[in-house]
């Protein structure tokens, strides 16, 4: 094997690992960048970094007729992009079929990646939520959750997460439901709407007349709510937190 072959291999290893280690710091707080979705995305990053930053540093090299460290040095720090970038994007950033074309559809990947680790999270946060869990479980599972992470995240995390009031608006909205599956009248559930901010929203006040279609709604916006407490844990890396199970007398009759 010659020393340009080896140089090249080389090279490409280490660029490698400098790609996957600036993505990492790049997806650090929005997800698990080798997720069920995100992997092949991450993957093909990676792989077309790479190839471009070896493929450059070749260039450099052979163009410039610089020292072989210079080799192994351009096709290393060239992947950092993936890391600068992101602190220089904005989000007013529109992507376009030339701006794609002429990163060699980097910047389309990456945004095929990060879309992709949106799915993982939500469908990592919703199998934590059973749709058949009665009222009570639903609101048994947000205080579970939510004395989970208390115990475990920053006082810093906590307040940016805002898991409090995440808790606060779940209980809020449970228990108006509550009181409607309770056949409880007009007046009293128009009064328990009255009693929390969340709940006093003049969407919910607007199916006074149709209780049972505001009971769906406020359960709904629950569960989205409970969601989003569970996107606290998988941004803060809890991907093994324990699935609320309901006890067997919470079940029963």
């Known amino acids: 094997m010659s020393n340009r072959t080896l140089g090249l291999s080389v090279t490409f290893a280490l660029a490698c690992a400098s790609a996957t280690f600036f993505l990492f710091l790049r997806c650090e707080g929005k997800g698990r960048l080798f997720g069920r979705s995100s992997r092949r995305w991450a993957l093909s990053v990676i792989g077309v970094t790479s190839v471009v930053s070896t ?17 192994v040095g351009v096709g290393v720090i060239a992947p950092s992009w993936l890391w600068v970038g992101q602190i220089r994007s904005r989000r007013d950033d529109q992507r376009s079929r030339m701006r794609d ?3 060699l559809w980097l910047t389309w990947l990456l945004a095929r990646m990060h879309e992709s680790l949106a799915e993982d999270r939500l469908t990592w946060c919703e199998q934590r939520v059973d749709p058949t869990w009665s009222t009570d479980e639903l609101n048994r599972a947000a205080r579970f959750y939510h004395e989970y992470l208390r115990e475990r995240l920053s006082p810093e995390e906590r307040r940016r997460g805002r898991i409090h009031a995440q808790l606060s608006a779940i209980e809020a909205r449970l228990n108006v439901t509550h009181l409607i599956e309770n056949s409880a009248g007009r007046t009293k559930v128009a009064s328990a709407l009255q009693g929390s901010r969340t709940t006093k929203e003049a969407r919910y006040s607007r199916y006074l007349d149709d209780l049972s279609r505001l009971a769906d709604i406020l359960r709904h916006d629950a569960e989205r709510d409970l969601v989003r407490l569970l996107g606290s844990a998988y941004n803060a890396g809890y991907y093994g937190m324990t699935v609320y199970t309901p006890p067997r007398w919470a079940s029963s009759p």
Not at 55 to 71: E, M, R, Y
Request: charge should be neutral; avoid cysteine; hydrophobic fraction near 60%.
């Open 101 to 103: 074309l002429s990163t």
């Open 55 to 71: 493929g450059a540093a070749f260039a450099v090299v052979t163009i410039v007729n610089h020292l072989p460290s210079a080799f």
